[in-house]
């Protein structure tokens, strides 16, 4: 009898409070050490530092969403750059990387929307740009979502997910 009840408590808890055994692997903060790898500390106090990618030298624009899954910019030395270029935004959920985005050119700025859900991100060449060039995918597929080419600057005319998005 005790042990069909020891089995039948964490059963009853994952139904009708599915999330209570989840809040201990979400992320509460990410940071950057110094070996340019990604730290990730959890609810319950557990760190997990992140393997760098390939080539990687360190991550900038470390962020956390209110579901915790957490991103930042990896970013690479490239020939005739005299210092690190984001190449590659990376999305970590419940203890693994959902999804990685890349650019041929360069990660300006990224950010959630809503939440963790989708993320948004302004991308273009590492010196300058005519128009600002900006998409919206769903971290759980990757898929596109929007694109919209404009200037940032005016904020006319400017979509709602690209309100936290800059220069």
């Known amino acids: 009898m005790i042990r069909s009840r020891c089995l039948l408590i964490p059963l009853l808890l994952n139904v ?3 999330n209570a055994g989840m809040s201990q692997g979400r ?7 110094p070996d340019g790898t990604a730290q990730i500390t959890l609810a319950n106090g557990e760190k997990t530092k992140i393997q760098k990618e390939p ?3 360190r991550i900038s624009e470390p962020k956390k969403a209110s579901d915790g899954t957490v991103g930042w910019l990896a970013e690479y030395n490239v020939d005739g750059v005299s210092y690190p270029i984001p190449l590659t935004l990376i999305i970590w959920r419940a203890g693994k990387t959902i999804r990685r985005f890349t650019t041929e050119q360069s990660f300006y700025s990224w950010t959630f929307f809503p939440e963790g859900k989708q993320v948004a991100y302004h991308v273009g060449p590492i010196h300058g740009e005519l128009h600002s060039h900006c998409e919206l995918h769903d971290t759980t597929n990757g898929r596109l979502m929007a694109m919209w080419d404009g200037d940032l600057q005016s904020g006319s005319n400017r979509p709602d997910w690209t309100k ?4």
């Open 16 to 18: 009708f409070l599915p």
């Open 27 to 33: 992320a509460v903060v990410i940071s950057a050490e």
């Open 55 to 57: 080539g990687q030298v």
């Open 164 to 167: 936290g998005l800059s220069h």
